[in-house]
């Protein structure tokens, strides 16, 4: 008698587990307890400084889980060395996907890196997301629908200049330096685009040098004896300077809007003179923790809280924490999403669902933003000026978002 | 009745009582059933590894013939393992060509490159040639990005390519099928390269090395065999760089890059200096430290992998191949 009524019992909790049980749904890389993200960064070799990302990137997710975790889940945040040597990044990949059974790649840096996996990942099926890139190829829903970006890409940000142009300088004649590589046409692409029928008239000259020219003076002298006055510099670090200190030299005065690529105080702007950038123009879209102004800002508040507790070795002055830590929120936003069902296909689809998120470091109104034909998250930006040591963002948030205007 | 002259017996080095010579063989078919058990028993993820492993390799034994046999110094092969590398990636995607004709065009392409640096390289000896080659080395990732060749080249976004899949139907995926085809063309090679170097050619080359005026005096065309050796080396490279684009599946400057030559010239000296079967350890070594290092520490990885170097260094002052003959030679004593 007793067996019967305890498989009865049995019997009927099962009855009433089952479909909770059924609700739950989960890919690998996911489980009652874990979920786990994986991640590729050049902690060594040329590029190691942004190593940083990776390491704020885990300091993040530590404190998520000393925090109770996603949904009471915790995350196992494994992130693996390139080198910036893409057939590295495609062996990381791998071992991540296939050995390490992750749900999703997270962050994973550089354009060729990224390019390298980017056929691996979508035919695997696994989400690459938000990818620490700002090549606008990384937005492609329809050929590459397990890929996002993250960061402006380098078109939106080309519409940004381009609207700031023609409400403050409609009669402006614009002379464009630009990288001679996918990085600087993406670049130029953008400004013609937000520029529209005008750009014809408005550009008077499109200078290119190469990655490997020694320095752009001649071209800096050519832009002036143009006519320009409105200097689009689409420079890198190094080339930003010399153009930025050759203008000075020869007197050239124009309106300068500098790529954020280049918006760096100390590999640009200090080795270029202070002096020389004062009044430079970029487009901004993160909180400078050093900037006064955002003292007694919540969002900034936390995050230096985030930074004393969890990742206390950390730069207080560099960006990349800043950008690490923005990233890891949006994740965890993502998961959040998720909720029970951790599939790939739902992380995609709710990474694809973004409104109006905030990461609480990005300037006041920026918001992230996505949609199944959307895969560009951040496209606001806003203006900043360079006055005395900083860039300070002025004027309204302008939108970037290719396909609009 | 037929009378044989006296003859003494030559002495049999052996080992355990098998002669080494047969050692030899047992080890080689020891090492040819793991080589056919590996795509059946393996991970897709390590069958990728030990491809790339075998991949490294190859291009070791490329400089192994131009540096351990004849001499020359070489800081420059990543140039020829990009070259091998986009010669097979541009075929593939530009030109469409099928995947196997990419690597006799790398093997042409990659030795006719050798040959023609290797002429004015000659007025070169020992650190100097080895900072021409560097030179090389630093030149090419940048050349690749050139606006000149971009069209072709893809720039510093690089080419992707399509992974073959096995042919005729063979239930193989394309890891396993690519693990086959390496391993085939590997096997070749190191045959190619053995019956070299122990053919009069090989003596003709290490005689350039020992003894440059000698071998001079005795015969040999040394300017010749130095650039065909530069040449051959390149081949071998290039070889391993156009199989190493096809499992990566991309190619970019960035790729290849000092770090890579400096690598292969870390497996060079870590298999063995003048030894064939030691660059495999040298691959091994390329591809698996680097990882072991990072599991150790992720900040120090750099610094881990400098001890391990330094360790193996200290413990096998002759690499793999020459720890492998004082083992053998101290078994022989105890007999």
């Not at chain 2, 393992?81 to 042409?108: C, D, F, K, Q, S």
Request: glycine share 10%; charged share 15%; with cysteine.
């Amino acid at each position: 008698m007793r067996f019967w009524k305890h498989l009865l019992i049995a019997g009927v909790a099962l009855a009433f587990a089952s479909p909770a049980a059924a609700q739950k749904k989960y890919d690998t890389g996911a489980s009652e307890t874990e979920i786990r993200v994986g991640n590729i960064m050049p902690y060594s070799g040329p590029a190691s400084a942004y190593g940083t990302i990776g390491k704020t990137l885990g300091a993040y997710f530590n404190k998520v889980n000393a925090e109770g975790g996603i949904n009471g889940r915790k995350i196992t945040f494994i992130t693996y060395d390139d080198g910036y040597a893409p057939p590295k990044t495609v062996e990381q990949a791998r071992r991540l996907v296939e050995n390490d059974d992750v749900l999703l790649i997270l962050n994973s840096l550089g354009t060729a890196h990224n390019t390298a996996i980017q056929k691996y990942m979508n035919s695997k099926k696994v989400p690459q997301l938000f990818v620490a890139t700002g090549a606008t190829k990384f937005g492609d829903p329809k050929n590459f629908p397990w890929t996002m970006g993250w960061q402006p890409n380098y078109q939106s940000e080309g519409r940004i200049y381009a609207q700031h142009v023609l409400k403050n300088y409609p009669n402006g004649k614009i002379g464009v330096l630009f990288q001679n590589d996918d990085y600087g046409k993406d670049y130029l692409k953008g400004l013609k685009d937000g520029l529209g029928d005008k750009a014809k008239t408005m550009i008077v000259a499109e200078l290119p040098y190469e990655a490997t020219d020694p320095t752009v003076d001649s071209q800096i002298v050519s832009l002036k004896a143009s006519g320009a006055d409105v200097f689009y510099n689409v420079t890198t670090p190094k080339f930003a300077a010399q153009a930025i200190k050759k203008a000075a030299e020869i007197g050239w005065k124009p309106v300068h809007l500098l790529n954020s690529v280049s918006a760096s105080v100390g590999a640009v702007i200090r080795p270029a003179g202070i002096e020389n950038a004062q009044g430079i123009l970029t487009a901004l879209y993160g909180k400078d923790p050093t900037d006064p102004q955002w003292k007694d800002d919540p969002g900034t508040k936390e995050w230096f809280a985030f930074m004393d507790k969890y990742y206390p070795e950390g730069d207080k002055t560099s960006s990349f924490p800043v950008y690490g830590y923005s990233v890891a929120r949006t994740l965890v936003q993502v998961l959040q999403q998720c909720g029970d069902n951790l599939t790939r296909e739902n992380v995609m689809r709710q990474a694809a669902s973004l409104k109006d998120f905030e990461t609480g470091m990005a300037l006041p109104g920026i918001k992230i933003n996505t949609s199944a034909t959307d895969f560009y998250p951040i496209e606001q930006m806003q203006m900043g000026k360079f006055e005395g040591e900083t860039f300070k963002p002025f004027g309204p948030i302008l939108n970037g978002e290719i396909g609009s205007m | 009745m037929l009378v044989r002259p006296e003859t003494r017996e030559p002495p049999v080095y052996a080992v355990g009582g098998i002669p080494l010579a047969q050692w030899r063989l047992i080890l080689l078919g020891l090492g040819l059933v793991v080589a056919c058990v590996v795509p059946f028993a393996l991970k897709n993820f390590y069958i990728f590894q030990i491809t790339l492993a075998i991949i490294y390799a190859i291009a070791i034994l490329g400089l192994n013939l131009l540096t351990g046999f004849n001499g020359q110094f070489s800081l420059g092969h990543s140039a020829f393992y990009a070259i091998g590398a986009y010669t097979a990636a541009i075929m593939m995607e530009n030109l469409g060509i099928n995947y196997v004709w990419t690597l006799p065009a790398a093997a042409v392409v990659c030795f006719v490159f050798g040959f023609l640096f290797g002429l004015p390289a000659l007025r070169l000896e020992g650190i100097y040639l080895a900072l021409a080659t560097f030179a090389l080395a630093i030149a090419i990732p940048q050349a690749l990005k050139s606006t000149v060749v971009e069209h072709w080249t893809g720039g510093v976004q690089g080419i992707v390519i399509i992974k073959p899949d096995a042919p005729f139907g063979l239930p193989l995926n394309s890891d396993q099928w690519l693990y086959v085809l390496t391993v085939v063309v590997a096997i070749v090679m190191y045959v190619c390269a053995a019956n070299l170097v122990q053919s009069r050619t090989g003596r003709a080359l290490i005689a350039i090395r020992d003894h440059p005026v000698a071998a001079s005096a005795m015969g040999i065309n040394v300017s010749l065999y130095k650039s065909l050796t530069f040449g051959v080396s390149a081949l071998y490279t290039g070889v391993a760089g156009a199989l190493g684009a096809i499992a990566i599946a991309f190619v970019a400057p960035d790729s290849f890059t000092f770090v890579l030559a400096v690598a292969l010239f870390v497996g060079l000296v870590v298999g063995g200096v003048a030894s064939i079967p030691g660059t495999l350890v040298g691959g091994l070594f390329v591809l698996f430290v680097p990882n072991i290092a990072e599991s150790v520490s992720k900040g120090l990885a750099g610094a881990v992998y400098g001890v391990i170097l330094l360790l193996v260094i200290y413990l096998m002052p002759s690499g793999a191949a020459g720890l492998a003959r004082l083992v053998t030679a101290k078994l022989m004593q105890r007999r």
